[in-house]
């Protein structure tokens, strides 16, 4: 490799004149051609790191969302920058624009099932049909911006605990039946998101619906745009709405093709003509097939998953959500004092739980002291990583032994347990802190009870506006940490690999929204 001071002045000339031959260079500087060509190899292998000093790949990702290059120069630089994020990258999937057309292009997607997951349409399969097979009433980026699907108008009444819908006229399921209001209250009636919520729910004549809530909903909207209607009769997958219709599945295979729908009653819409969704049990499995070619994206809960992949790869993050891994805190026992609460938070290693998540090497150290502390954890879906972590937290207070609590009632957490160490998503709105720290919320794991904490999340249910909630979500977090309520270990992020950029906007900010959004994606393989 040249000398520094020498690449320092090759580096000082050409950006003066960035034209000159290396003959010219070489007389400038003082050293020969192959000195010069020399300087240039170097360059090139130390440019990538020069970037990084400067911006991060996220840095680099954020640039290029906001990017939308017209000239031939504005492309080439776009191409430079997504080479950073993504070293081969094979296009880019972004929002559609008003010339893109529909094309025979496909997108392969991997899907990683938690190992012993039951046989049929396992949980994470069915979000994907039901997104692409399905429709939403409405969609609402984060600015608060609407966008209506099968609903023609959603309105509030009454403070929000009542709301209208009005049905889009002429949208027929793929038997031929209109979608009625029946198919619209059967949805949200078999729902545990909104069955509990609702107090009378009706019609109101052909195309109408009228819904009353037990307490003011200001964020139905919101909560719609993830929300697909079900037919309130027919056989599941095959009387369908959606951007897609099931075309084929091999089930033994984990293999399920999916094709637009001609009838879609969107315009133009979808612009991807395939989707292929194939199942694997393991991440080395999906990897393969990815090196192969034979899948485009593999979504990730997190970094940990890649812990034993050999080889470089080069995931993408979706914008942070509020996503936590936490230790919920049993106030009513031990840790009722304050200076143990304290002494729990000091001695917590945060370096090396985020060595762990980021799945790396992580050496062990001696058992911490022995606090006299009992911990469980909660798992929905029997991950790794929170068992895991779980016994990397126990090392540092000493305990020997950590329970699977996830079953077990508030009750019995709180009379055999100090500790949980789960995962939690408050959401971009702070609507998830509701849930779980609410004296009646129905995922508090301790039962936690506090009334200045209660006030605040009942003002912060009633609030629409969503700057005002990120504003009193932040407060009401930080009022917990302080209450001793909880411990946020980490935050957690989603991420995925693909050997495609994926543009992330106020429109597409989260896995969810990619998924329900697919219908409005367009796959750019012009910068390959």
């Given amino acids: 490799m040249a000398k520094v001071n020498t690449l320092v002045r090759f580096l000082d000339y050409i950006s003066k004149h960035p034209d000159a031959s290396d003959s010219e260079i070489a007389e400038a500087i003082g050293v020969t051609e192959r000195y010069v060509r020399m300087c240039r190899e170097d360059i090139d292998v130390l440019k990538p790191y020069f970037l990084r000093l400067v911006l991060s790949r996220e840095d680099i990702r954020i640039i290029l969302s ?49 190992f012993g997951s039951k046989k049929g349409v396992r949980h994470i399969t069915e979000f994907w049909l039901r997104a692409l097979l399905y429709d939403t009433l409405i969609w609402v980026n984060l600015r608060g911006e609407e966008e209506p699907r099968l609903a023609e108008s959603i309105e509030p009444e009454d403070g929000y605990r009542r709301w209208s819908i009005k049905l889009r006229q002429g949208v027929k ?9 029946d198919d619209v209250i059967s949805s949200l009636r078999s729902s545990r998101t909104f069955a509990e919520l609702i107090e009378e729910a009706g019609k109101d ?5 009228k819904l009353t809530f037990k307490r003011p909903q200001p964020l139905f909207k919101w909560r719609m745009r993830h929300f697909p209607i079900l037919p309130a009769e027919g056989t599941p997958y095959k009387v369908t709405c959606g951007a897609y219709r099931l075309r084929r599945a091999f089930r ?50 997190s970094l940990y998953q890649l812990r034993r992949a050999e080889g470089e790869w080069h995931p993408q993050s979706w914008p942070f959500d509020n996503r936590y891994y936490v230790l919920a805190i049993n106030r009513k026992g031990k840790l009722s004092d304050p200076e143990l609460c304290e002494r729990l938070r000091t001695v917590i290693d945060y ?55 996830t079953d077990w009632s508030p009750e019995e957490r709180r009379e055999n347990l100090d500790l949980i160490l789960t995962g939690m998503i408050f959401g971009q709105l702070f609507q998830g802190l509701r849930k779980y720290f609410h004296s009646k919320g129905e995922a508090n794991l ?11 999340l009942d003002e912060l249910e009633d609030l629409a506006d969503p700057v005002r909630r990120r504003e009193l979500g932040e407060i009401i977090l930080k009022t917990l940490q302080r209450d001793h309520a909880v411990i946020l270990l980490a935050p957690s992020f989603n991420y995925f690999i693909s050997s495609m950029f994926v543009e992330v906007s106020e429109e597409v900010a989260s896995q969810e929204d990619f998924i329900f959004r697919l219908s409005d994606l367009y796959i750019d393989r012009e910068l390959e």
């Fill in 66 to 114: 906001k990017f939308t290059p017209m000239t031939d120069y504005e492309k080439e630089i776009y191409g430079k920058l997504l080479r950073e994020v993504v070293p081969h990258a094979r296009g880019v999937i972004r929002l559609a624009r008003p010339e893109d057309e529909r094309s025979p292009k496909q997108l392969n997607v991997a899907l990683l099932i938690p």
């Fill in 173 to 181: 399921w793929s038997d031929g039946r209109p979608v009625t209001p």
């Fill in 205 to 209: 004549g052909r195309r109408g619906v």
């Fill in 252 to 301: 033994p295979a984990g293999l399920l093709r999916l094709k637009a729908n001609p009838d879609y009653y969107r315009e133009n819409r979808p612009l991807i003509e395939y989707i292929t969704l194939r199942e694997f049990s393991r991440v080395s499995s999906a990897l393969n097939a990815f090196e192969k070619g034979e899948v485009d994206f593999i979504p990730l809960k």
């Fill in 351 to 405: 370096d090396a739980i985020k060595s762990l998540l980021s799945g790396e090497e992580v050496r062990r150290k001696a058992e911490g002291e022995d606090l006299g502390l009992r911990m469980g954890y909660v798992s929905d879906v029997e991950s790794e990583e929170i068992l895991e972590l779980a016994r990397m937290v126990a090392g540092f207070i000493g305990c020997r032994e950590v329970v699977n609590a």
């Fill in 446 to 456: 301790f039962g936690y009870a506090d009334e200045e904490v209660d006030e605040m």
